[in-house]
């Protein structure tokens, strides 16, 4: 079976520092790779996706991802964070191929950004 | 907003209590999913439906069940409830189509259930 971990839980940086959450899979074939977000009391929405090609993603909001299919990583990026980038992040799988089939998400970081 | 949405918001029972959750996908969607969210389990995947019929399962539990309707609205019922079912239930929507790799799913805003 799919996994996928996040190696940090909690995160707190101050703003205009850079950030990188690392996300790490587990599956034996291939995969699409997604960074999601949860703001504060609202909805899950899609941050960036990888599926094929260019191993570098750019998503909303400055974010970009780097997938490395040797490490099986997919951590997340951005070189200067805000206040407003408070919010819980998920890391998810969805095995390619399987077009019936739900996302693996990893536990999630809670990241909170100081002014 | 994502155009997928979910009654109630809140739902608070008793141990031993069935709920009922509703979920309403975004227009032109045919395919609903449910996740749960706990603090010890995360989130996760309890089943697909696509078009009115179950397309795939993950950890869902026997006294949970699912359904969609003609409407394409879904409901997932939660019987026998413990007090570990106490969680946040998310549900997806996509235009997922058979034979696509995948659809972006869209979520809704939840339904958290509280079981005392």
């Known amino acids: 079976a799919q996994s996928v971990s996040q190696h940090n839980h909690h995160v707190i940086l101050s703003e205009a520092a850079s950030l990188e959450l690392g996300c790490n899979y587990s599956?034996?074939?291939?995969?699409?790779l997604f960074w999601y977000v949860q703001y504060p009391g609202q909805h899950l929405q899609l941050l960036l996706k990888?599926?094929?090609?260019?191993?570098l993603v750019k998503g909303i909001k400055g974010f970009e991802a780097e997938f490395i299919k040797s490490k099986f990583s997919f951590n997340l990026r951005k070189p200067s964070v805000q206040w407003s980038d408070t919010a819980e992040y998920f890391c998810?799988?969805?095995?390619?191929?399987?077009?019936?089939?739900?996302?693996?998400f990893g536990k999630g970081t809670h990241l909170i950004i100081q002014p | 907003d994502s155009g997928v949405t979910q009654t109630p918001k809140h739902l608070i029972t008793a141990t031993g209590q069935r709920v009922t959750l509703r979920c309403s996908p975004r227009?032109?969607?045919?395919?609903v999913y449910w996740y749960q969210q706990s603090l010890d389990q995360g989130l996760q995947f309890l089943i697909q439906?696509?078009?009115?019929?179950?397309?795939a399962k993950g950890n869902i539990l026997e006294r949970f069940s699912a359904q969609q309707f003609p409407d394409l609205h879904s409901e997932l019922n939660l019987s026998s409830l413990e007090l570990g079912d106490s969680a946040l239930y998310f549900c997806?929507?996509?235009?997922?189509?058979?034979?696509?790799?995948?659809?972006?799913?869209?979520f809704g805003p939840g339904t958290r259930l509280t079981v005392l």
């Open positions: 997806a929507s996509s235009v997922y189509t058979s034979g696509r790799s995948y659809n972006e799913q869209f």
């Open positions: 998810a799988l969805h095995r390619s191929g399987g077009g019936a089939d739900g996302l693996t």
């Open positions: 227009s032109g969607d045919l395919s």
């Open positions: 990888y599926f094929s090609g260019d191993p």
């Open positions: 599956y034996g074939g291939t995969v699409n």
């Open positions: 439906y696509y078009n009115g019929e179950e397309r």
